[in-house]
């Protein structure tokens, strides 16, 4: 599968849903982004992005391993 300057499907959507993260964040302080919730015990919003980033690091740290290998043939 080569590049191409569409997304697909699936890469749209991961971008949204990183879009979506950073409206939230930005739209509230730092208080209320680190504070416990109330129905999650041990939880936080920040807590929670951390966690969604954590899992497109696993996904895309290969890819970017892969990249610079290629570049510096």
């Known amino acids: 599968m080569g590049w ?28 209320r982004y680190a504070r416990e919730s109330a129905v999650l015990r041990g939880g936080s919003v920040g807590r929670h992005v951390r966690h969604t980033l954590d899992h497109y690091r696993v996904l895309l740290d290969p890819c970017a391993e892969r990249l610079r290998a290629i570049q510096h043939v």
């Open 4 to 31: 191409t300057s569409t997304p697909t499907p699936v890469a749209a959507a991961a971008v949204a849903l990183l879009d979506e993260c950073a409206r939230l964040v930005g739209s509230m302080d730092a208080e």
